[in-house]
Each structure stands twice: as structure tokens, then as C-alpha cells.
């Protein structure tokens, strides 16, 4: 499905290099988010990332904590942890983008969280330095929120 943005407000701006800017557009025109009717709405989606940095070790996301972003990982690794509550949290998955590389469908996170109004059911920690571009929960709803699809049903 196409989506027209024309009639819905436009997300903040966040300044990116040229280079940044087409990563996200890349990510984007490969099924990252859906598709946009122009050049103009995609690069309006493009301009609402903004960049963030975290050292090995810090958390993205807490299990139990509302979400607050929708992150692209593009370099660095991430593990992410599940726990029932009872043991010490499990590593259940792994992800990594290497510098140069694209982003990629399966290196992104925060989706579910932003999409079904729930706290994050998972844990994510930078398992080395890590760069995301990350796009706030009311830049998200602007573009996602009204769009039809199974996460609004």
C-alpha cells in the first residue's frame, strides 16, 4: 500500500548529512517503513531520524518500559533479552551492521512497542559501540499511526 502524507502534519526536522539521508531512504524504500506516494513525503520521513550513540552496555529499550523511539541500527551490535520474571534475563537474539554496510529489515527495533501502545516485552543493550538513527513516538504516530494495516485493527 502507498501511503499519501500529504494531508497529515509534517514530523520534526533533524539535519543529516546527504549520506545518512539516503541510508534512511534506502531503508526505507526496501520495506523498512511503507511506501510514500513522493520523493518529497519520503524525504520528509527521512529528515524526522535523528542519530544516537550508545557504549557497549547501555539499554535501548527495558523490558516493562514504554517505548519512546523506533530505532535503525546502523553499526554496531545489539543483544536482546527476554525475562519471565524469575530467572536472569536471556539473550534470545543478536544483531550487528557493520560501518559501510546498509540497514536493514532485521536490524531495527522499537516498531512493536511505538505500533501497540505496550511496554517492551524485551531488553535491548548495545553490545558495542552502536549508532542508530531513531525517530520519536509522536514523529511515528504522525506517519504510522493513521495508516491502515494490521497494527490498527
Known amino acids: ?66 517505548g519512546d523511539n523506533f530505532y535503525v541500527l546502523e553499526s554496531g551490535e545489539c543483544n536482546v533479552f527476554l525475562s519471565n520474571g524469575t530467572d536472569e534475563p536471556k539473550n534470545v537474539s543478536h544483531f550487528a551492521v557493520k560501518p559501510g554496510d546498509d540497514m536493514h529489515m532485521m536490524a531495527n527495533f522499537g516498531e512493536l512497542n511505538l505500533m501497540q501502545n505496550s511496554p517492551s516485552a524485551a531488553t535491548v543493550v548495545a553490545g558495542t559501540l552502536v549508532r542508530v538513527w531513531a525517530m520519536q513516538r509522536s514523529s511515528f504516530d504522525l506517519i504510522i499511526g493513521n495508516t491502515p494495516g494490521p497494527h490498527n485493527r
Open 1 to 66: 500500500m502507498v501511503m499519501n502524507f500529504a494531508s497529515r502534519p509534517l514530523p520534526p526536522r533533524y539535519q543529516k548529512s546527504h549520506e545518512a539521508t539516503e541510508k534512511i531512504k534506502r531503508f526505507i524504500r526496501n520495506g523498512g517503513l511503507p511506501p510514500f506516494e513522493t520523493e518529497g513525503q519520503l524525504q520528509a520521513i527521512a529528515d524526522a531520524f535523528f542519530p544516537m550513540d550508545k557504549q557497549a552496555g547501555e539499554a535501548f529499550v527495558a523490558s516493562g518500559e514504554p
